[in-house]
């Protein structure tokens, strides 16, 4: 098993950046790829983006070019820096592992919300 603990949500104005923080605990090996995936009021989850652990990266086209996703390794912990936030950037934003070709995650953290005012 894997444990997945998010923090870093909050409530910022449009145009304002957050960074999200998550880190895993646990059976480790299990897994090569860390990421996020954000539900709005309403919608399907989606995926934001993801990491491999040999820093492959993908991302959702609505956030390409305003968020950056990131690991740090040593401390089994992936970031998620939003910049230039929108108020359809308004969701719970999920921390998932899992493996990266496959796009398959096994692992779920709890949410963290984030909500962007106009």
């Known amino acids: 098993q894997v444990q997945l603990v998010e923090s870093g949500g909050g409530l910022v104005q449009a145009g304002g950046s957050l960074r999200l923080s998550c880190a895993a605990s646990?059976?480790?090996?299990?897994?090569?790829?860390m990421g996020w995936h954000r539900q709005a009021p309403g919608k399907q989850r989606e995926l934001v983006a993801v990491?491999?652990?040999?820093?492959?990266?993908n991302y959702a086209d609505s956030v390409k070019g305003r968020f950056t996703i990131s690991r740090a390794n040593a401390k089994n912990t992936v970031y998620l820096q939003m910049n230039s936030l929108k108020p359809e950037d308004t969701a719970v934003y999920y921390c998932?592992?899992?493996?990266?070709?496959?796009?398959?995650?096994?692992?779920w953290g709890k949410g963290t919300l984030v909500t962007v005012s106009s």
């Open positions: 998932a592992a899992g493996d990266y070709d496959s796009a398959h995650m096994r692992y």
């Open positions: 990491i491999s652990s040999g820093g492959r990266t």
């Open positions: 646990g059976s480790i090996f299990s897994i090569n790829a």
